[in-house]
């Protein structure tokens, strides 16, 4: 299994970002995909997971209302569109996959098998 995340860079505050995670080398109809992050000096943090057969959706508090997380299940490719964003959101962003999760499960990294590389997301005046 392959994640290929994708999408990162500098925007201002207020701005918006697309992050993209290419998924590749399996079928992930039992897995739910999620989006992490990491800043500096910080714990790995919970960002959005979907399930990807079927789709439903969870958010941290933090980025409710802001982050939508979707996919394209035919691309194998998952998304994490990013808007109103603020500076404390500036983290590397990483993709992951975990199988057979439940909602109370999806927010702990240590329940993810597969990760993709980070791609950094800056957000700066």
């Known amino acids: 299994v392959q994640l290929q995340a994708s999408g990162g860079g500098l925007v201002q505050p207020g701005g918006s970002l697309r992050l993209s995670c290419a998924a590749s080398?399996?079928?992930?109809?039992?897995?739910?995909m999620g989006w992490f992050r990491q800043a500096p000096g910080k714990e790995r943090e919970f960002v959005a997971a979907?399930?990807?057969?079927?789709?439903?959706?969870t958010y941290a508090n933090a980025v409710k209302g802001r982050f939508t997380i979707s996919k394209d299940t035919a691309e194998k490719t998952l998304y994490l569109q990013m808007n109103g964003l603020k500076l404390e959101d500036t983290a590397a962003y990483y993709c992951a996959a975990g199988r057979g999760l439940i909602t109370s499960m999806v927010s702990n990294p240590d329940n993810y098998d597969y990760w993709g590389q980070g791609t950094q997301v800056t957000v700066s005046s």
């Open positions: 080398g399996h079928t992930f109809n039992s897995y739910v």
């Open positions: 979907i399930k990807w057969s079927g789709g439903s959706s």
